[in-house]
């Protein structure tokens, strides 16, 4: 039997994203979700079938194009001394097998020649997929672990929707002790309001 890399957002053979499916994620726009949270590219089209691809699919190598695309638009080399994620259930990793966010988190680090460790810890609790807006607002519960003053962190998430996950992330690594926290994620739902267009940084 042949076994081909197929790809992830149009799951034709060939490589982890064909040509078509790359120059629509080049094409599309960066974006300012809810509490200032920056995302590489809007939750639809070939973005939204790239990240499900990585969530769903297990296309793993996806992680890499979209890490690729977020530091490209969104980080400035630098900027940060270590990378994190917001962790996903435990319900969910033990369905996909592995945390999306960890994936993107560690390739982000890759990308900017920085760490990436493990801060956050989730609390017990449902994931947010299937929730309301308001419970989503809320966002789960975290606990982080000490962190010494003047570490600069990079927080990073698959797909925002009302920025409760990363908010409520934040505040845990804020209350840590780390002294800068800055979120980011792949993609921002439309209705993740306010967006609009961010300046892109120079590679």
Excluded at 97 to 116: I, K, N, T, W
Excluded at 175 to 186: E, L, N, P, W
Aim: hydrophobic share 45%; with cysteine; net charge positive.
């Amino acid at each position: 039997m042949l076994f081909l890399t197929t790809c992830a957002g149009c799951n034709a053979p060939g490589d982890t994203l064909c040509r078509r499916c790359r120059f629509a994620l080049v094409s599309s726009s960066s974006v300012v979700a809810e509490h200032g949270v920056q995302a590489a590219m809007p939750f639809d089209g070939v973005g939204r079938a790239v990240v499900h691809g990585l969530k769903f699919r297990n296309r793993r190598g996806a992680a890499r194009q979209l890490a690729a695309l977020m530091v490209r638009r969104l980080v400035a080399r630098g900027s940060v001394d270590v990378v994190t994620w917001a962790p996903t259930s435990s319900a969910r990793v033990a369905e996909r097998g592995f945390d999306q966010a960890e994936l993107l988190a560690r390739a982000v680090a890759r990308e900017l020649g920085v760490p990436c460790r493990r801060l956050l810890y989730r609390g017990h609790g449902q994931p947010q997929a299937g929730h309301d807006r308001a419970a989503r607002l809320v966002g789960p519960s975290f606990r982080a672990r000490p962190s010494r003053r003047g570490l600069r962190v990079l927080l990073v998430d698959d797909v925002v929707t009302t920025g409760g996950t990363l908010q409520a992330a934040r505040r845990a690594l804020l209350d840590a002790g780390v002294t800068d926290v800055r979120c980011i994620a792949a993609a921002a739902t439309p209705d993740a309001v306010p967006a609009r267009p961010v300046l892109r940084l120079a590679s």
